[in-house]
């Protein structure tokens, strides 16, 4: 569901899902291409930013210090939902997509279907340190490239390559060779390990 940022020249023709285009001084373009349309775009000035719907709502970003083991418990202890679905709440952790909450559960030995009242504050200093690794692992692959992100697009992430659990149902755990599964939490498709997820750990 990605929205996706290209870096062009100017006179490249412009693809019809192309939306909007950053013009630079050196002949090149800044261009965010959104298959879906699911992206949103503000023009706002610094000192406004509060004003934007929803960004006074964003979680803390992986890599940003104030991601904490405390940050992280206070706000799950208190909802009934399981992790799977908390890991992907924006407004606690902004940035964790559905690829990269698998793969930070199964670095953190959590059963995604654990209830956020059951967690530990052990579990969050885990999914702390397991966010930031994955996150910028991720980064210096180029990202993960599933589905949608193309190679006809010239463009292709390679951390599908260090992937774990997610997308690999039926396929033996890295770690302990049982088979992993595949569940769908809160709408989204789920990956993990049974046995390195135990759900009473
Ligand atoms: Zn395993």
Known sequence: MEGKYFIK?????INKHEHVIFEFVDGTDLRYHDTR??????????????????VHKQGIEPIDDKLTKEYLFNNFKK????????????????GLGNIYADEVLFASRINPQKLGTDITLDECASIVCAARQIILAAIKCGGTTIRSYTSSLGVTGRFQQNLMVHKRENQECKICQTMIKRVVIGGRSSYYCENCQKIND
């Open 9 to 13: 020249d100017h006179h490249e023709e």
């Open 37 to 54: 349309k699911f992206g949103r775009m503000n023009l706002v000035l610094k000192e406004n930013l509060e004003t934007v719907e929803g």
């Open 79 to 94: 909802r009934k939902l399981p992790m799977k679905t908390l890991l992907l709440d924006q407004t606690i952790i902004s």
